[in-house]
T-cell receptor, first 113, second 113 residues
């Protein structure tokens, strides 16, 4: 157990809908990273927050947004969902503001029907 | 941006043999190289990492080597055991320059009895 928690574990929704994925980092970690893992795209970095502020951005679609709250938990919002958004979404946390030492949560499996 | 290539995509070894997985990266400024192990349906787990000021790092049966001139790094697993069977991902990052981990496409390692 990495100490990073994610909810929900599974999510099934229809095209066009909006969902929110939640992540709680390890105690003391200030950075949260979001990743998308799909069979055809592999592990893709989406976005990083450090102590409440956006620190780095990857291949995140405009339909997706994220934020980190004062208690350091983070939420990833996915809207206008398409079939191709079906994937595993992981968050990771680290004590550093850089890419080093990231520990992943168990992931949320999103299925868009 | 950074591009990471990983080979082989699948690797089958006999229990007790050694396994080597190789990655190359494109951005010579990258300076942080972690390896993750992902068992089926589980989270990626950080198993070892190396920074560009170090040529080799060992942790029990696993080791990572880095050749900055050739821009490649490798994961070595000795005395393989069935529980080493998993997908292994390499990654590269330029810490302090975007904090983005770029992952390789993964290697499915199967350790046969």
């Amino acid at each position: 157990d990495s100490g990073v928690t994610q909810t929900p574990k599974h999510l099934i929704t229809a095209t066009g809908q909006r969902v929110t994925l939640r992540c709680s980092p390890r105690s003391g970690d200030l950075s949260v990273y979001w990743y998308q893992q799909s069979l055809d795209q592999g592990l893709q970095f989406l976005i990083q927050y450090y102590n409440g502020e956006e620190r780095a951005k990857g291949n995140i679609l405009e339909r997706f947004s994220a934020q980190q709250f004062p208690d350091l938990h983070s939420e990833l919002n996915l809207s206008s969902l398409e079939l191709g958004d079906s994937a595993l979404y992981f968050c990771a946390s680290s004590s550093k503001g850089t890419a080093e030492g990231q520990y992943f949560g168990p992931g949320t499996r999103l299925t868009v029907t | 941006g950074e591009n990471v290539e990983q080979h082989p995509s699948t690797l089958s070894v006999q229990e007790g043999d050694s396994a080597v997985i190789k990655c190359t990266y494109s951005d010579s400024a990258s300076n942080y190289f972690p390896w993750y192990k992902q068992e089926l349906g589980k989270r990626p787990q950080l198993i070892i990492d190396i920074r560009s000021n170090v040529g080799e790092k060992k942790d029990q049966r696993i080791a990572v080597t880095l050749n900055k001139t050739a821009k490649h790094f490798s994961l070595h697993i000795t005395e393989t055991q069935p529980e080493d069977s998993a997908v292994y991902f390499c990654a590269a990052s330029l810490t302090g320059g975007g904090n983005k981990l770029t992952f390789g496409t993964g290697t499915q390692l199967k350790v046969e009895l």
